[in-house]
């Protein structure tokens, strides 16, 4: 249907062509040659007319001298006989009719003619009868009268209508026998076109096993060739890449297949989210953790596994960096959930947050460790416990002994002796190393006992409202003594007008105290620099030194407990090791921040915040 409905159109569309060629032809050649004809016609029926006026004009001059009408009557006559002659008249040298042919009467227009038309030809209308060509031939020059002859126009017309019809006729066989002609050309080629569309078609749904059958030598043949060649190597291409694909996409599912095999025998619980917190992937070991199902989680918000997470989550997707936390476990099991965001490779330009793909948690069962922890704390806290009343009364009996030696026995003793002042002066710096040494250990036993309580969160906390300024300048006091002795100066940079702050003021003297003794303890010369300021809504506080300084790898290790820089096997321990991490306990209990920056051999500088909104909650 459709390729006939083409063959038509195609068909159509020539034989509107022939048909407008033709009526071109048509209406020129109709005009030129009925133009032609007419005029070839009048001209012969005016020199048929004069030739015929004349010569009754050359043989009646006699007749009418004689007035022999009935003569002249009959000669005028038999010229109505000739094809075209329509009337002859004869009229005297004063315009009257001497004879004529008219039947039954002169019209009018042939009265008013004889009068005024004397010589020539002229174009006549009369009523009834037609138009006539009336030619004028004077007898003897006119002085006898003129020989009127009308050759009738109608018969001009109708013998050119008639050469023109049979013209027309063979125009029109002509005509048809071109549209028959043309059929058939065009069917000859709209078939093979039509063929070659087809298989277009074909080509364009991937049937490059289709074929095309046109043979002919012409340029469609050599197209139809050309087109099946094309798709043969078309075919050829794609079979080639489908196997390419194929080896690709088995490579792939092998590759997915062993990624797939880490993931799910991976210890670690594992979850994949979106940046909308929807679960996307889970491992059987977070599904273990929590006790659910992996249908259970996948596509639910995180927060249903726990409230921790989602905030982890959330925290990671705004900071680049790892952030942890601690949640709960099924079975009263705990975990520690290490949470990074997960970004496209590229970064679009408008935001960078549109690469933010989600998050990966990963989870780790640490219920063992967690309790192996709190053994540990708990023997050494009834270890410290243990210690401490002995250690009181040794370190009370000391004092009293070196009290006793230096105000009575040193009197009694005869110091000129030289062994004896040398026994003296040993006991003395003995007894001094066990004083200082016995209060290193209860030191020690106390910030064991404080971290204890710290981390076991036996802690009450006395919140009250009170200025940083105060905090710095208690702190510095407690130290000015130790500044002196080593000759370091400590400047104090406070921000006029800062904000009151509501913190347990003990504790945060005790922070200050300890940045403040290490920065003494560590540097050599220079100065220690205590500043605090405001930095939006918290009070940040600074403790630089130009002291030894802390390497990059030791930064986030020093807030562990017991965690010292250096070799502490050689070299005598400076202190216990546990001061900074009563710091991070205390200060993140006020919902603050502790950290340092620092360049070895340059000196540190301790930092921590104070959150302004913190209202001891
Ligand atoms: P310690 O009682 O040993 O000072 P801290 O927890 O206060 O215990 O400090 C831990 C370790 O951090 C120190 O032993 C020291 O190695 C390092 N440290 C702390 N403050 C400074 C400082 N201002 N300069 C250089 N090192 C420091």
Redo the contacts with the bound molecule.
């Keep these: 249907m459709k390729i006939q409905m083409r063959m038509s159109k195609l068909f159509q569309k020539t034989l509107l062509g022939v048909i407008f060629l033709f009526t071109v032809i048509f209406i020129t050649i109709s005009f030129f040659s009925g133009w032609n004809l007419y005029r070839n016609l009048a001209e012969e029926y005016k020199s048929k007319g004069m030739a015929i006026a004349s010569s009754i004009a050359s043989s009646s001059a006699e007749t009418i001298l004689t007035l022999d009408s009935a003569t002249i009557q009959a000669m005028i006559d038999q010229f109505l006989d000739i094809e075209g002659v329509a009337y002859v008249f004869v009229i005297d040298s004063t315009g009257e009719i001497i004879s004529h042919t008219f039947t039954p009467a002169i019209p009018s227009e042939i009265k008013q003619i004889a009068h005024t038309h004397k010589s020539g030809i002229k174009d006549v209308y009369i009523e009834g009868m037609g138009n006539f060509l009336d030619i004028v031939s004077p007898i003897t020059e006119g002085s006898i009268g003129y020989v009127h002859v009308g050759m009738n126009k109608t018969i001009i017309t109708q013998k050119m209508w008639l050469v023109l019809s049979r013209q027309l006729t063979l125009l029109l066989l002509i005509f048809l026998l071109s549209v028959t002609l043309a059929y058939f050309m065009v069917n000859k080629i709209s078939q093979p076109l039509n063929k070659l569309t087809e298989y277009a078609k074909k080509l364009l749904t991937h049937d490059f096993d289709a074929k095309v059958d046109i043979n002919s030598k012409d340029e469609i043949g050599l197209l139809a060739q050309t087109m099946q060649s094309m798709a043969n190597n078309i075919n050829e291409v794609f079979d080639r890449y489908e196997f390419a694909l194929k080896d690709a996409v088995l490579e792939l599912q092998d590759t997915l297949a062993y990624l797939t095999t880490i993931i799910d025998n991976m210890a670690d619980g594992l979850i994949v989210v979106d940046k909308d917190g929807i679960v996307s992937h889970v491992n059987p070991a977070a599904s273990e953790m929590f006790g659910k199902q992996e249908f259970e989680m996948v596509g639910k918000n995180i927060k249903i596994l726990d409230p921790e997470l989602d905030k982890l989550v959330n925290k990671s997707l705004i900071k680049e960096e790892v952030v942890s936390t601690e949640i709960n476990l099924v079975d009263g099991r705990v975990g520690k959930a290490v949470a990074k965001s997960i970004k496209k490779e590229y970064f679009s330009e408008e935001s960078e947050a549109k690469g933010l793909l989600g998050s990966v948690i990963l989870i780790r069962d640490i219920t063992q460790e967690k309790e192996i922890d709190r053994l540990k704390t708990e023997f050494i806290t009834v270890v410290s416990h243990e210690l401490r009343t002995p250690l009181t009364s040794i370190l009370g009996f000391v004092e009293i002994i070196n009290k006793k030696f230096n105000d009575t026995i040193i009197s009694q003793l005869n110091l000129a002796d030289e062994k004896i002042l040398k026994v003296a002066n040993k006991i003395n710096k003995n007894l001094n190393i066990i004083l200082s040494e016995g209060e290193r250990i209860t030191s020690l036993i106390d910030n064991i006992l404080d971290i204890s309580k710290l981390e076991s969160g036996q802690i009450y906390w006395k919140f009250e409202e009170t200025s940083i300024q105060e905090i710095i300048i208690n702190a510095y006091k407690a130290l000015s003594s130790l500044f002196e002795q080593r000759g370091l100066p400590c400047y104090i940079e406070i921000q006029p007008n800062l904000p009151p702050i509501t913190v347990d003021k003990e504790r945060i003297i005790q922070v200050v105290i300890?940045l403040l003794s290490?920065?003494i303890?560590?540097t050599e010369k220079g100065y220690v620099k205590c500043k605090a300021s405001l930095n939006g809504k918290e009070v940040l506080v600074s403790v630089e030194?130009t002291?030894?300084?802390?390497p990059e790898s030791e930064k986030d290790k020093?807030f562990e407990k017991f965690?010292?820089?250096?070799d502490l096997i050689r070299s005598k321990?400076?202190?216990?090791?546990?001061?900074?991490?009563i710091s991070k306990q205390i200060i993140e209990a006020h919902g603050g921040k502790i950290w340092v920056e620092s360049e070895v051999g340059k000196g540190?500088t301790?930092y921590f915040t104070i959150s302004l909104e913190n209202r001891g909650k």
């Design positions: 300890n290490n920065a303890k560590f030194d002291g030894i300084g802390i020093i965690k010292q820089v250096g321990p400076k202190g216990t090791g546990l001061g900074l991490a540190s301790f």
